[in-house]
């Protein structure tokens, strides 16, 4: 009963809450736009539909390219793999971030001792130099491949701050009693540690995904994205190489980078929204 | 303090030892000959090929024992031989890093340090206004969520092409020659307006909703309701929120390095600005393994000598550390 009454609280003040209901609502108009978008063109992302470049038009919605081919066909197929992207790479952020927070928080001791000094060492490293280097000596390069890196070099700051949470908990009566109670600490860690830390997992991943965008279109415009489908990233590395700046071909470069700026600024807000809910301190009365 | 220094000195060489040890890794273990990639783009016959390439593994020092290349590695490294290129042949690695790290410096150090200042300033000062924090807040959330490329493209695109007021690509005139002129270097900085401004932005953004949600959180903390009970000026109050916020925002420097870089790398790529970003887009193209790793080893120096700079300078703002009452930043 008290669980439900606090579930209703938290869903009220999300309810209320306008810079969640704004992220929210943009973020979803993306997704089904995302979804929903390959069905409604005629055409694949890389077919010859017109020729030369085209302005917007009724046929063409966001124009075509210097070689005929459809921007809005390439924009949602592009919007579709920056979703996938996100989800598959902050997820993996995420995961290996609580992972090796939680380890090192709860057993303490050496091993924490030595993760904190792979995730120091991880923290420092520049990791898209690291993706610029293994990316470039691929010669085929897999749209999952490019998820699973980006979630293995983006970890780091997670598992502080996971670590940090913790350290402060297991020290809790609480906890101190499910371990006189005789409790596996991975039941420990997953019944009364996690619970309390659940508001701040799901801001932890939102971060995490609006990162692995920005990580993957910044990869994909050097042009070691994957080299098998259409990414916003690979539209604005196309439309700099192919000079759509000097013949004034706007309609090619603004919408890949507008819907990522867009897409990760939602993110951003609702996460800020998400912790006003989550924290009353924030709360604006 | 002697403990803090040496942990962050311990962090950096073992960093350091890792990305030496992954830059000789990678082009060893990936799938797909470097070596061979090059003799296949010559087209040369079967047997002249076998030839090449046991010449080409001989030049390189591939034909010892695997071990025996690694500490050859290093101790190249140490002479300063970072190999030749094969994009500009037969300049040294070194020397074309070297021509375009100022380039790097010019662009980068200013772009951080006003972004820095600025944003710290503008989000302590829109925190707790009404009208400045719905006005700035969204403006910087929208920044922060700019891709770096895209906002100079847009610049780029916006005024150099469709109001010409400055150029957009480049780093001088392609008239002029490198020299200490008035107008190379009237040039110079009409070039830099652009790739400065679009990384400037970005990082505006980030720096002022980071001040701006410390200095709530700090106008929260018991010693600001104290000082406000005592009767203490906003102002006064303001000004020990905003010394406390600081902190967390020099820390956040130190964590934002690798995304600045990053950020760095593709808009040069954009401006064609002769700096690293623009050298490893070369690399990339021309399949110059040793040249992108070279950068990539520089890159990295780059960053671990940045963030020892941080740390010293946190060591220096922060009287805590230096009496060794917090072990960690």
Redesign the interface.
């Known amino acids: 009963m008290q669980q439900l009454k606090k579930k209703n609280e938290m869903l009220y003040f999300a309810m209320r809450n306008t810079k969640l209901r704004i992220g929210v609502i943009i973020v979803l108009i993306f997704v089904i736009l995302a979804i929903i978008g390959p069905y409604i063109t005629h055409y694949k992302p890389r077919d010859y539909v017109a020729p030369g470049p085209q302005p917007p038009s009724s046929e063409f919605w966001f124009g075509t390219t210097s070689f005929g081919e459809d921007v809005f066909s390439q924009f949602v197929s592009g919007l579709r793999a920056t979703f996938i992207v996100g989800i598959l790479g902050g997820g993996m952020g995420t995961l290996i971030g609580v992972l090796v927070g939680f380890t090192a928080g709860y057993r303490g001791g050496w091993l924490d001792e030595t993760l904190n000094m792979l995730t120091n060492i991880v923290l420092v490293v520049p990791s898209l130099v690291v993706l610029i280097i293994i990316a470039a000596y691929l010669e085929v390069r897999g749209f999952l491949f490019e998820s699973v890196f980006i979630g293995c070099f983006a970890w780091p700051w997670v598992a502080r701050a996971i670590r940090a949470q913790t350290f402060s908990l297991r020290t809790r009566d609480f906890v101190d009693l499910a371990r006189l109670s005789g409790m596996k600490p991975l039941k420990i860690i997953i019944t009364e540690i996690a619970p309390n830390m659940m508001s701040y997992l799901l801001l932890v991943f939102i971060l995490q995904f609006g990162g692995a965008i920005l990580t993957a279109a910044t990869l994909d415009f050097i042009g070691l994205g994957p080299t098998n489908t259409v990414s916003l990233g690979l539209m604005m590395n196309n439309a700099v190489i192919y000079g759509a700046l000097l013949l004034g071909m706007w309609w090619w470069f603004i919408p890949p980078g507008l819907a990522i700026t867009i897409v990760v600024g939602a993110l951003y807000i609702t996460n800020v929204g998400l912790d006003e809910v989550f924290n009353p301190r924030l709360r604006e009365m | 303090m002697k403990r803090y220094f040496s942990r962050k000195l311990?962090?950096?060489i073992?960093?350091l030892i890792?990305?030496v040890t992954?830059?000789w890794l990678?082009?060893r273990f990936?799938?797909?000959n470097?070596v061979q990639i090059m003799i296949a783009r010559a087209g040369l016959k079967a047997e002249s090929a076998k030839l090449v390439y046991s010449e080409y593994m001989k030049a390189f020092g591939l034909d010892v024992p695997i071990w025996q290349q690694y500490i050859n590695f290093w101790i190249a490294l140490f002479h300063g031989d970072f190999g030749v290129s094969l994009w500009l042949f037969p300049r040294p690695v070194l020397r074309i890093i070297m021509d375009a790290v100022p380039y790097d410096l010019l662009l980068l150090v200013p772009a951080i340090l006003i972004s820095w200042f600025a944003g710290n300033n503008f989000g302590a000062f829109a925190a707790r206004s009404k009208w400045l924090d719905n006005t700035i807040s969204?403006l910087g959330?929208?920044l922060?969520?700019?891709?770096?490329?895209?906002?100079g493209?847009?610049l780029?695109?916006a005024l150099?092409?469709?109001v010409h007021i400055f150029p957009?690509s480049g780093a001088y005139s392609y008239g002029l020659m490198p020299s200490l002129s008035w107008k190379f270097i009237g040039s110079l900085l009409q070039h830099w307006v652009l790739p400065f401004m679009s990384l400037f932005l970005v990082m505006f953004g980030g720096w002022a909703i980071g001040m701006r949600n410390m200095i709530?959180y700090e106008l929260?903390a018991d010693y600001s309701h104290y000082l406000e009970a005592l009767g203490a000026p906003k102002n006064l109050v303001r000004r020990y929120a905003f010394r406390n916020a600081v902190l967390p925002q020099i820390t956040g420097l130190a964590?934002q390095?690798?995304?600045i870089?990053?950020?760095q790398?593709?808009t040069e790529?954009?401006f064609s600005y002769p700096g690293l970003g623009y050298l490893?887009?070369q690399?990339?193209?021309n399949h110059d393994?040793f040249l992108?790793?070279g950068c990539?080893l520089f890159?990295?120096i780059g960053?671990?000598i940045a963030?020892f700079a941080i740390d010293v300078t946190y060591v220096l703002v922060d009287p805590r550390t230096r009496a060794g009452m917090t072990g960690e930043a």
């Open positions: 311990l962090i950096y073992l960093t890792l990305a992954v830059d990678i082009p990936m799938p797909g470097p969204p959330y929208v922060t969520a700019t891709p770096y490329m895209w906002l493209i847009l780029a695109w150099g092409i469709v957009f709530i929260e964590l390095l690798g995304v870089v990053a950020g790398l593709v790529i954009v490893i887009l690399a990339i193209q393994f992108l790793q990539f890159i990295i960053v671990l963030n």
